[in-house]
């Protein structure tokens, strides 16, 4: 199977909460971030978290990790239409210098 | 401070020809990675360079190369293009080992 996997799609309506999810496998993930693309656009680098940190907060965004169950999510507070894009997740590793190994994306559509 | 630049932005080449990508990391930084990306694929990790030293390859073909200046600029080089390596070719830059990566804009690579 994948080594980071995430959800395909959410949808939500502007204003509220949006949770994206991921679930990576390998236990010497270093660091964890979090990025977004948008359409024809690089990637943007939102944040990251180390591995042995819990959370990090940054303005709307908030980053839960749950190192046992090898599970990451990224919190969106009130979201806007400017915020429809896809994010990635993504992991360093120990011994693996700056590569980072990718999610699928998750497409996040921010309805009026 | 400039962010990560990459030349060409946009590239047609036809089967068999070779190319040559750039990448102009943050001014500071001596890591320079690249990455594929394709609808079908996702982002894959191609190689990672450090103080001109390639420090990580991922599982491509020996066709895709790269190499380091001692400004840190870096250059990737494909050569004998097949239609499948059309790709937007993403470069990312960091200061370290672990922490930010700063991705640019991207290189879009069709191969007719």
């Not at chain 1, 940190?53 to 046992?68: C, F, H, I, P, W």
């Amino acid at each position: 199977g994948e080594d980071v996997e995430q959800s395909l799609f959410l949808s939500v309506r502007e204003g509220d909460s949006s949770v994206i999810n991921c679930t990576y496998t390998d236990s010497s993930s270093t660091y964890l971030y979090w990025y977004k693309q948008e359409p024809g656009a690089g990637l943007q680098l939102l944040t990251y978290i180390f591995s042995n940190m819990d959370m990090k907060q940054d303005q709307r965004l908030t980053v839960l990790l749950n190192k046992k169950d090898k599970h990451l999510s990224l919190r969106i507070a009130d979201t806007q239409t400017g915020d429809s894009a896809i994010y990635f997740c993504a992991e360093s590793r120990d011994n693996a210098g700056n590569m980072l190994t990718f999610g699928g994306g998750t497409r996040l559509m921010v309805k009026p | 401070k400039a962010g990560v630049t990459q030349t060409p932005r946009y590239l047609i080449k036809t089967r068999g020809q070779q190319v040559t990508l750039s990448c102009s990391p943050i001014s500071g930084h001596r890591s320079v990675s690249w990455y594929q990306q394709t609808p079908g694929q996702g982002l894959q990790f191609l190689f990672e360079y450090f103080s001109e030293t390639q420090r990580n390859k991922g599982n491509f073909p020996g066709r895709f190369s790269g190499r380091q200046f001692s400004n840190s600029r870096s250059e990737m080089n494909v050569s004998t293009l097949e239609l499948g390596d059309s790709a937007l070719y993403l470069c990312a830059s960091s200061f370290r080992t672990g922490g930010e990566q700063f991705f640019g804009p991207g290189t879009r690579l069709t191969v007719l």
